[in-house]
């Protein structure tokens, strides 16, 4: 299984390198180095028994010479005209597809209409849909709206050079649940910003980590109290790196834990964030809400002095604590 994961990611590099040009080498650099993580990390992750009876639901490589679809992307999800299929948001994020690009689909063995994606060619034709990515959800009054964004610390969103707020319609907020705090992405019509869904909430708190913690800690982010709280991070210096908003509740999660919490945002110069390293037993790279260098940079620096580090997608407390644990 690892070795066939391997093949079909050395196929997607190739092709990443094979489309790199002068304007676009920093956003392939960004495409490539996501995937390095990702073999990096699946080396240490033990192999899987599929031999087990029954139909496998485990996504298959697509088939040799399997028909290739045109994919079309939507605000919300996509659509496959040849097939009259719609595939939903996390389908499409989950398969990494954009607009243009060829897929194969397969059909799973489900009372569902569901497919099997794959990406067998990387077209990326522009279409006018644009993403803020990591909104934050803010109350005023009795509307729920976007103006600010997680991404590189915290900034405001901005449209044509100007800041922007999306009111959020009430069909999206009884969709997705959504209330004050929350964490989204917003799909819109450059052309026309008044038209935006709200494609992707993120889920911050992720599963609870195996350790024994009391139901309802996460959500009670300014409770001072440790009773109870295993001190297995006693003696530990940890270095986070990113998401600055979110930076009081790691800390407390650190510290409740009995470790040393060091934070930096990723904007220091690098003579700050080596020292940084030199002091930290464990670094956890927030990838998203650092800017690409800063995060380039840690991971050359945690190799250079083999300290543990792991890159995470998530913002929540529990990915961070399950990443710690299995540093130590």
């Known amino acids: 299984m690892r070795q066939k994961i391997l093949e079909h990611t050395k196929e997607i590099l190739k092709k990443e390198v094979d489309e790199i040009t002068i304007e ?17 990390n699946m080396v240490e992750l033990p192999e899987l028994d599929i031999s087990s009876e029954g139909p496998s639901q485990i996504d298959p490589l697509p ?20 097939r009259d299929v719609y595939l939903p948001e996390y389908v499409v ?14 059909r799973k063995d489900t ?15 522009p279409v006018k849909r644009e993403e803020i990515q990591y909104g934050i959800v803010r109350r005023d009054g009795d509307l729920l709206l976007v103006d600010t964004t997680l991404q590189e610390g915290m900034k405001l969103i ?4 100007m800041p922007y707020t999306f009111l959020l319609r009430e069909q999206d907020i009884q969709k997705m649940q959504l209330e ?8 819109y019509d450059p052309d026309n910003p008044n038209y935006f869904r709200v494609v992707w909430k993120h889920q911050i708190e992720d599963e609870i980590p195996p350790r024994p913690i009391k139901s309802g800690f996460y959500k009670q982010s300014n409770s ?15 270095l986070i790196v990113g998401c600055e908003p979110r930076k009081a509740i790691y800390k407390q999660i650190i510290e409740e834990r009995g470790g040393e919490f060091l934070w930096f945002e990723g904007t220091e110069d690098e003579d700050r964030i080596r020292a940084a390293v030199v002091k930290s037993h464990f670094i956890i790279v927030l990838q ?7 995060s380039y940079l840690l991971v050359e620096l945690c190799k250079e002095m083999h300290k543990p580090y792991k890159v995470i997608d998530s913002l929540g407390v529990a990915s961070i604590l399950r990443s710690i644990e299995e540093l130590i």
């Open 24 to 40: 676009t080498i920093e956003e392939r650099k960004n495409k490539i180095m996501k995937y390095l993580i990702f073999l990096e």
């Open 63 to 82: 088939k040799e010479n399997a028909q290739a679809y045109t994919f079309e992307r939507k605000l919300v999800g996509g659509y496959v005209p040849e």
């Open 93 to 106: 994020r989950t398969a990494g597809i954009s607009n243009g690009d060829k897929i194969s689909l397969e």
């Open 111 to 125: 009372k569902k209409e569901e497919y099997f994606v794959h990406l067998l060619e990387k077209k990326n034709i």
């Open 158 to 161: 901005k449209i044509d050079d």
């Open 180 to 187: 004050d705090g929350d964490i989204v992405d917003i799909a």
């Open 224 to 238: 001072s109290s440790s009773k109870g709280v295993e001190k297995w991070l006693d003696g530990y210096s940890i």
């Open 288 to 294: 998203p809400f650092i800017r690409h260098r800063a």
